[in-house]
Structure formats: C-alpha cells, structure tokens
C-alpha cells in the first residue's frame, strides 16, 4: 500500500540526506587506530547521502531542481542504497561487539528502503523538467 505523498518524500530525503553526511561527525566516526585512512562505516554513510542528496535534486518530484529522473528510477535507486547501507557493516566487517556505530547504518539502511516501499509513483501534480 503506496500512502506517502511525494513531497514529504522528497522532505525527508533532503532531511535524511543532511543526516547520513553529519552522523559520522556527530558520533565521531574517525580512525581509531591511528593511521590516516577513515573506516568504512565512515565513507558508507558519507557516500549514501550525497547520492541520495544528488538523486533528490535531480528527481522529477516537488523538491527536484533539474527534474532529470522519474520517480520510478529514484524509488529504486533509494530502496537499493538502503539495502547496501544497512547490509554494510556485515559486507565491510565493522560491526564489533560493544561497539553501536553500524546502528545508523542500519536503521536509516531500512528507513530508505522502507520508505522508498511506501511512496507513491506519481506527484499530485504534472512535474516538468527545468531545463
């Protein structure tokens, strides 16, 4: 049952964007060993919300800027990014135990999935390109 509107979609995929940026800062996600190189969990989340902050300019919904792609391609993209990000700290080997940092991954993981299930497909409205 498809009952979120598009544009509290495209809200919460700014929203979610920012937060996937700023939690590894937040929850000071940096090397503790000692080395320069930052640990996967820190890029996962880094990468997953500029993608999900760039697909979001560039979706043909009530948010989208350059209204490139549709929100059937956007819908997946997301829900694929929400899988791979909550599988990450198993595909990546950084869920130790006494150690809560794969906890974001998971749940915003199954967030963006979840909600790219319950989304509708079509903007109340007829969205054209801005370009």
């Known amino acids: 049952m498809k009952f979120l509107p598009t ?51 560039m979706t043909r919904y009530e948010c989208g800027v350059l209204r490139i792609v549709t929100m059937n391609t956007h819908l997946l993209n997301e829900r694929l990014v929400g899988v791979v ?6 595909v990546f080997d950084f869920h130790v135990a006494g150690d809560i940092s794969w906890i974001p991954h ?14 509708r497909e079509k903007p109340e409205r007829a969205l054209e390109p801005a370009f």
């Open 7 to 57: 544009h509290l979609h495209a809200a919460f995929d700014y929203v979610c964007g920012f937060a996937l940026i700023f939690i590894p800062h937040a929850f000071a996600m940096s090397n503790n060993a000692g080395t320069d190189v930052l640990p996967a969990g820190y890029w996962a989340l880094q990468l997953a919300g500029f993608f999900i902050l760039i697909q979001s300019l």
């Open 85 to 90: 990000l909550a599988v990450s700290p198993w």
């Open 106 to 119: 998971c749940a915003i993981g199954g967030a963006l999935a979840l909600g790219s299930l319950v989304t």
